[in-house]
């Protein structure tokens, strides 16, 4: 449900698979040990969900709700002052999911990465949709509720753009995805979650619609929502430190990666009834929960997987529309039983 923060167990040595070059050359780059600090704060990780390899552990169930299985119409509200480089970088990462948007990006792609997360069906035997179309934005550039935002008044917000902005209220497609600037701080943001899904009430807004809140890292905590593109403290000095963002924005580099997660958990689980493991429906583990933190093959153990790496040393693992590059997590396949992606290497 959450995007859980990971900020232990990252011991450090980072293989990256060169991107370039008929035989691509394997660069090892050895960071010193660092400390790892098992005491971390109790409401940033409660546990860590992350699975590495195949598990028949995961318990991962179907609970007799709907999959997001129409057509997605993701609805976007920017809420704070966004420049619109980054507005486009966002708005790419969206459109390269689905295959109609663009022309097929080179593997692995974006799409690629969204075939994982269309194996999910529900009992009406219908996968989530393929198809993710922008089906409207909103800008709400002068903090209509404010720079703190709670849980409960980012429903607000989806409310106050639902009745001023041209969108329609979209029960049957609509998604809404409230994305919040850099200087917007958010109820449990940083401490417990970078990121979350969840529907709104009919009391707050007037229908029941999922939607999915990700906050801008980039001043706030970047090392704890925007890792790998900033790491903590007390990893500094010594090793190489963070990687480089792959469109050099620390802060909507590493949101892509948890707007994915949230997107991903809520269109397999949108009404928070339908895929989800464990026992307790008030903290679901979800698809993305499962992966946080893995981005390529051997990950695990401190190792966050081998992605790629440009001519400018910028790190991805995913091609989208217009040449764009992105470093997503992998999500569980329930097929595999295991997190997948299309970089891997088989
Ligand atoms: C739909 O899900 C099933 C079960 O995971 C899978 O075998 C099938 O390939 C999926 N279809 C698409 C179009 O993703």
Known sequence: MTLLTLICCFSFSFFFLQSYGASPTVETLDLKPQHYNPKLPPRTLSSSKKFEGS???????????????????????????????????IKDFLLSISTSNHRAAPSPSVSDWWSTVSLYTDQTGANVSRSILLAGEYSDR??????????????????????????????KNGIYLILTSVDVTVQDFCRAVCGFHYFTFPSMVGYTLPYAWVGNSGKQC????????????????????????????????????????ELAELSSNPLVNAW?????PTAPTEIGDLCEGLYGSGGGGGYIGQVM??????????????GRKYLVQWIWSPVLKACAGPNALD
């Not at 989800?276 to 307790?280: R, T």
Request: with cysteine; glycine share 12%; proline share 9%.
């Open 55 to 89: 598990s028949d552990l995961v318990n991962l169930r179907y609970h007799m709700g709907p999959v997001l299985s129409s057509p997605i119409n993701i609805y976007l509200i920017w809420y704070g002052k966004w420049a619109p480089s980054q507005q486009l970088l």
């Open 142 to 171: 002068l903090y209509s509720h404010g720079t703190h935002l709670t849980r409960l008044s980012v429903q607000e917000v989806i409310a106050s753009s639902v009745r001023s902005a041209p969108f329609p209220v979209d029960h």
């Open 222 to 261: 970047p090392e704890v929502c925007a890792y790998p593109f900033a790491v903590p403290g007390y990893m500094r000095g010594g090793g190489p430190g963070a990687l480089s963002p792959p469109n050099g924005d620390v802060g909507v580099d590493g949101m892509i990666s948890v707007i994915a997660h």
């Open 276 to 280: 989800y493991a464990g026992e307790d």
């Open 309 to 322: 790496k440009d001519g400018g040393g910028r790190t991805f693992n995913l091609n989208g529309r217009r």
